[in-house]
């Protein structure tokens, strides 16, 4: 049997059922908090109860059955539900860059912006090339905008970065449309149960011209969510359908994803924690509601608090990714970060990339067939003999040894006389390796365009930063 297959459960039916109808009794009655008017009443059209004086929108439990009905209708289920396939990592922009060389952070600048870019292009299961940080030097005004404009010109990738106003928005629209690309806006809850007039502004500028919406609530266990799990299940997947509802609502598609960024807070120091092991409880529950509705879905997993790349990251970044996707996410959380999000590190994003490799290569399975179990192979070579000779071993070996860049299997001896570096020391020759000549990129389109974009952006940044 080729391809790894697993159902992997928390919940079961009933609960799933229990979960499934506490959210919808907190919309219709509880309701999320929409201050815009032009988004209540986008919600009121598609049959949403609206309270224009308080800027709530509740939805009545019949409309949201056949909100899901239709999402159901629109996305028809895997003929093998049971069967995992190869999952990837994205990139979150961070304010700050964990540096190797001083073990210490820094502001990320344009600079690291590049490298992150030279880096992503050899990277294959880091599929976008989102911008590694917030360029310190540039306005912040505008710094959204800078970012879009260096992965345009620089990236065969695509990527992106998080969008911070309307203002920019357009202008990245602009860009982006001039390059034939759709982009889309990450439409966020502030849990519990609102969003900010901000966020709404922006999602019905992107409805509007036609370009995508997403969403990731972010409830956290115990601070702006219940802390029993079954609470938070409870609270983001109301928050999950309610954003489903408002993207729909504004935009007129049908939702294809059941996605958030939840977590539980850690009770000493109130942070969210990202490798707690309720992370992995998450991620199956995640998995389960999101087959309820008909939907792939992804977690915050393969993330962890650990501040470097040492054995606690790896246990609490594989452990949550092998429980949540065995139960069937798709998506997991973004790599490269340095705990609950403290920082981005190349070489903590080249790490990341090899485990997904390795765990990509377990859900591939393996092939049996008459070649591949070898009964004749094994005769011929009889009792006592080896295979290392073998054309047999020659012509499969590639496709049955998993061989890493940065993993070393090596005896004690060989390790010592070869300098005995460690795993982070062989990752930061790696980047330094992959990135060489970043500082010489050239632009990946064509001149025309690149001027285009260019001068786009230096008109959008003019007009911001003249009417601050």
């Not at 504004?250 to 969210?272: F, I, K, N, Q, R």
């Amino acid at each position: 049997m080729k391809n790894l297959r697993a159902m992997v459960e928390v919940l079961s039916q009933d609960e799933i059922l229990v979960i499934h109808r506490a959210s919808l009794g907190i919309l219709e009655k509880t309701g999320l908090g929409m201050p815009h008017e032009t988004c209540l009443r986008l919600c009121e059209r598609h049959g949403a109860v609206v309270d224009f004086e308080n800027q709530i929108v509740r939805m009545p439990g019949s409309v949201m059955e056949q909100f899901l009905g239709l999402v159901r209708s629109a996305n028809p289920p895997a003929r093998d539900p049971a069967v995992r396939g190869p999952i990837h990592g994205d990139i979150s922009t961070q304010v700050h860059i964990v540096d190797y060389a001083s073990s210490q952070r820094r502001l990320g600048t344009s600079r690291d912006i590049l490298k992150g870019i030279a880096l992503v292009e050899h990277l294959p299961n880091i599929p976008r090339s989102n911008a590694v940080c917030v360029p310190s030097d540039v306005d912040p005004l505008v710094s959204d905008l800078h970012a879009y404009l260096l992965l345009y010109l620089h990236a065969h990738k695509p990527g992106g970065t998080y969008i911070l106003s309307t203002r920019t928005a357009a202008c990245i629209m602009d860009m982006a449309e001039t390059l034939g690309r759709r982009e889309s806006y990450l439409l966020e809850t502030v849990s519990p149960l609102r969003f900010r007039r901000e966020t709404l502004e922006m999602a019905i500028l992107f409805a509007s011209r036609h370009h995508g919406l997403t969403i990731a609530p972010m409830v956290m266990g115990g601070t702006t969510g219940p802390v029993t799990l079954a609470g938070m299940c409870t609270l983001l997947n109301a928050e999950v359908l309610g954003s489903l509802f408002t993207c729909w609502a504004l935009s007129g598609e049908v939702p294809g994803y059941y996605g958030h960024g939840s977590h539980a807070a850690d009770p000493g120091t109130l942070l969210c924690s990202f490798g707690s092991p309720a992370q992995s409880l998450l991620g199956i529950a995640t998995a389960q509601m999101g087959a309820f509705y008909g939907l792939p879905s992804g977690s915050n997993s393969g993330l962890s608090d650990s501040l470097q790349p040492d054995f606690q990251c790896g246990m609490e970044k594989l452990s949550s990714a092998v429980f949540s996707c065995l139960a069937g996410t798709v998506g997991i959380g973004c790599q490269g970060i340095a705990g609950a999000d403290q920082g981005f590190g190349f070489e903590q994003l080249v790490l990341d990339d090899e485990w997904l490799d390795a765990y990509n290569f377990v859900v591939a399975g393996f092939e049996v067939n008459r070649d591949t179990i070898a009964e004749d192979l094994i005769g011929t070579v009889g009792i006592g003999g080896a295979y290392m000779a073998e054309e047999h071993t020659a012509e499969h070996l590639s496709r049955s040894w998993w061989k890493s860049t940065l993993f070393h299997r090596v005896g004690w001896d060989v390790w010592k006389s070869s300098g005995a570096a460690t795993c982070l020391q062989r990752a930061h020759q790696r980047v330094e390796e992959l990135a060489s000549g970043w500082e010489r990129m050239q632009p990946v389109v064509a001149g025309s365009l690149a001027d285009e974009l260019c001068r786009i952006a230096d008109n959008g940044t003019r007009g911001i930063l003249a009417g601050r």
